[in-house]
């Protein structure tokens, strides 16, 4: 009967128009419950409390693990307090919701600031070493921002009639935390979907620590638990634009099309490209359970959106999206000894791994691999020194470069080979690479570094915009 939806952080700073769009909308009584929605931190929140995700600046977590003394992140922690007093106010015009809310988050963070200070007196002693805390740390504070956003939710809810129900999965005050699925079943349990709207927090504490595995990815691991525990009808996730079949800012958003359906399949290639529809491990937990996923505008309500399943193809092949990434590098690593010998795959790798370099593709022939790994310059440099360092007699060339994907439910286009390659030459576009796999959902092309942007819009002119791509844009 009940949906499970998520809302981003970006969404849940435009709190008073979701109110509008998604919470309550025109629902009237009973049309009001059988949701439950699974909230991120507001917009900037968990950057203040961890470290900025795209600068590195860093927060209070950052601060706390680098510190010598307490006055290196309690300020910090004042900012975030300070910010998050002012979200209350601009949520709530009423003392009582003002009061309360500022009561709750004021509270969360007093306690976090003692457990931190005397974290950090006990550290002081050689046989406790903060390191081994850290984890946990950076667990605590990351909740600060769900636990933020979903009370706020609730009390909103409840000022305008709705009978909202706060599910904290933080953990805060647990005697010991549990296994993850046993944590999300059990604080489910009395749950009444009918006639409680619910809001659960993204972060959910438990006993394998969803960060250590997937650091910020955690909301979404959450949202699918969630789905899977309660047995959902359908997963939807709001965002802020329409899964479309390419970047409006690239084609040109009279060009784009939104997608109607399509399978995990194309959202697994998506997530590889760093263009996450939903992060593959939450998709893996929704398609062992059998439940569909929909991508839908936080604000435009009435769209369909975009409906993925497992068994979905296309009504006849065709490209769906043009999609792609820039921040990568081509390793390449030339050596006449390496034919034959699988190690040098192996331990290259494995070497790429422990730098938490990500790799998008890579390719051979007798005496060559390149790897697209995704990183820092710096790391990419540091991965071919080191590969140099093993492999004296191997020549080792980083190549600036990027990948441009055409990804379908069904690729078996014919002529799909030559209708790249002519699109991107007469673009004047040299193609570093190419890679087509047989399950036949994606092809990629690697070129330079600077040619991306003209990529994207000729690869989308010549294979999605001639036919108006009518199939993809079916109703869901």
């Known amino acids: 009967m009940h949906t499970v ?3 981003g952080g970006t969404s849940m700073s435009r709190f008073d128009e979701l109110l509008d769009n998604i919470f309550i909308g025109q629902r009237e009584g009973a049309q009001l419950y059988q949701r439950v929605f699974v909230v991120s931190a507001y917009s900037g929140m968990t950057n203040l409390l961890l470290e900025h995700k795209k600068t590195g600046e860093p927060g209070v977590y950052q601060r706390f693990a680098d510190a010598q ?3 290196a ?3 910090a922690l004042q900012t975030v307090r300070q910010r998050m007093l002012e979200k209350n106010a601009e949520l709530f015009s009423g003392d009582f919701e003002r009061h309360a809310a500022d009561q709750f988050i004021n509270s969360r963070i007093d306690d976090a600031r003692e457990c931190m200070s005397s974290l950090q007196r006990l550290c002081a002693y050689g046989h406790f070493q903060l390191g081994e805390h850290l984890m946990k740390v950076r667990e605590m504070l990351a909740s600060l921002g769900e636990a933020h956003s979903a009370f706020n939710a609730v009390l909103a809810l409840k000022h305008r009639g709705v009978n909202g129900r706060m599910v904290d999965l933080t953990g805060w005050h647990c005697d010991s935390p549990l296994p993850f699925e046993d944590m999300v079943r059990e604080s489910f349990e ?5 006639r409680e709207l619910v809001i659960a927090t993204g972060y959910t504490h438990c006993a394998e620590g969803l960060m250590s595995t997937f650091d910020r990815g955690y ?10 525990a309660t047995g959902a009808r359908e997963a939807i996730i709001h965002k802020e634009f329409h899964l479309s079949s390419a970047d409006p800012n690239l084609v040109g958003a009279d060009k784009v099309v939104t997608i109607g359906r399509t399978n995990y399949d194309v959202a697994d290639q998506l997530s590889n490209l760093g263009m996450e529809a939903i992060h593959p491990r939450a998709a893996k937990t929704l398609r062992r359970a059998g439940i569909e996923l929909r991508i839908k505008n936080a604000f435009e309500p009435e769209h369909a959106g975009t409906l993925i399943s497992q068994d979905y193809k296309s009504e006849k092949p065709c490209v769906e999206i043009i999609a792609g990434r820039k921040d990568v590098f081509g390793i390449e690593v030339f050596d006449q000894d390496m034919l034959g010998d699988v190690a040098y795959d192996i331990e290259i790798t494995k070497l790429l791994k422990q730098l938490k370099l990500y790799v998008v593709n890579k390719d051979s ?3 060559s691999i390149t790897y697209y790994a995704s990183g820092s310059r710096k790391l990419i440099n540091r991965a071919a020194n080191l590969i140099e360092e093993r492999y004296p007699a191997a020549e080792v060339t980083v190549h600036n470069v990027a990948i441009v994907s055409a990804i379908g439910s069904d690729l078996k286009v014919k002529g799909i080979l030559a209708k790249t390659v002519a699109a991107l ?10 890679h087509q796999s047989i399950r036949q959902v994606e092809m990629q092309c690697v070129v330079n570094e600077e040619d991306y942007d003209n990529a994207i819009a000729a690869l989308h002119r010549a294979l999605i915009e001639p036919e108006n791509h009518g199939d993809v844009i079916a109703a869901a």
Do not use: H, R, Y
Not at 425 to 434: D, K, L, P, V, Y
């Open 5 to 7: 939806e998520k809302i």
């Open 69 to 71: 003394n307490e006055g």
């Open 73 to 75: 992140w309690l300020e």
């Open 190 to 194: 009395g749950v009444d979907l009918s």
């Open 219 to 228: 909301s979404e691991i959450t949202f699918a638990q969630i789905a899977a």
């Open 365 to 367: 022939d007798a005496n």
């Open 425 to 434: 030459a007469e673009a004047g576009i040299s193609i570093q690479a190419i």
